[in-house]
T-cell receptor, first 112, second 109 residues
Framework: DAGVTQSPTHLIKTRGQHVTLRCSPI?????VSWYQQVLGQGPQFIFQYYEKEERGRGNFPDRFSARQFPNYSSELNVNALLLGDSALYLC???????????FGPGTRLTVL | EDKVVQSPLSLVVHEGDTVTLNCSYEVTNFRSLLWYKQEKKAPTFLFMLTSSGIEKKSGRLSSILDKKELFSILNITATQTGDSAIYLC?????????FGKGTRLHILP
């Protein structure tokens, strides 16, 4: 069975650019959450989507946005990148909402 | 301020030792507490706890929650080098989930 997949695995951008990260949940999972993990810290909650609607939002600026598609895959968009946005971005899927989340391998974003 | 605090932040023990990892939290509208193991990239799910005093076990790992004192512990007995990882505690509340900084566990052969 395929687990949660994320693309790309690595990404290098420069300040001011925007980035789109993609996540495909486990088949049958309708909830997707996004997290940012910087070195030495635990993952920080960014968004949660369930049935294509935003169900939760962490303390991140409006430069961060996300959406969920009819097939339950999701995109995380970050505009006007800052050096501090360099991190591992993790996606997790679950049924039902939040409980027992399964994480993808993450996208390593480096902002130069 | 809602928060999850894990201790110790790092721990080095010898193979065969037993370790206890701690997680305390302060959140409103608590729903559940989760433990994860993170080795390289993706955290892998270990336990979800919702009720006080009920121990969950999986092989050499066990965990229990105290909702009155607002903490949980994760025990690992007869540790092996493969247990070396970062152990993350997370608390689900309202429509959010907050992670602690993790405990970095290193098992010496």
């Amino acid at each position: 069975d395929a687990g949660v997949t994320q693309s790309p695995t690595h990404l290098i951008k420069t300040r001011g650019q925007h980035v789109t990260l993609r996540c495909s949940p486990i088949s049958g999972h309708k909830s997707v959450s996004w997290y940012q993990q910087v070195l030495g810290q635990g993952p920080q909650f960014i968004f949660q989507y369930y049935e294509k609607e935003e169900r939760g939002r962490g303390n991140f600026p409006d430069r961060f946005s996300a959406r969920q598609f009819p097939n339950y895959s999701s995109e995380l968009n970050v505009n006007a990148l800052l050096l501090g946005d360099s991190a591992l971005y993790l996606c997790a899927s679950s049924i039902p909402v939040v409980n027992e989340q399964f994480f993808g391998p993450g996208t390593r974003l480096t902002v130069l | 301020e809602d928060k999850v605090v894990q201790s110790p932040l790092s721990l080095v023990v010898h193979e065969g030792d037993t370790v206890t990892l701690n997680c305390s939290y302060e959140v409103t509208n608590f729903r559940s507490l989760l433990w994860y193991k993170q080795e390289k990239k993706a955290p892998t799910f270990l336990f979800m706890l919702t009720s006080s005093g009920i121990e969950k076990k999986s092989g050499r790992l066990s965990s229990i929650l105290d909702k009155k004192e607002l903490f949980s512990i994760l025990n690992i007995t007869a540790t092996q080098t493969g247990d070396s990882a970062i152990y993350l505690c997370a608390v689900e509340y309202r429509d959010k989930i907050i992670f602690g900084k993790g405990t970095r566990l290193h098992i010496l052969p």
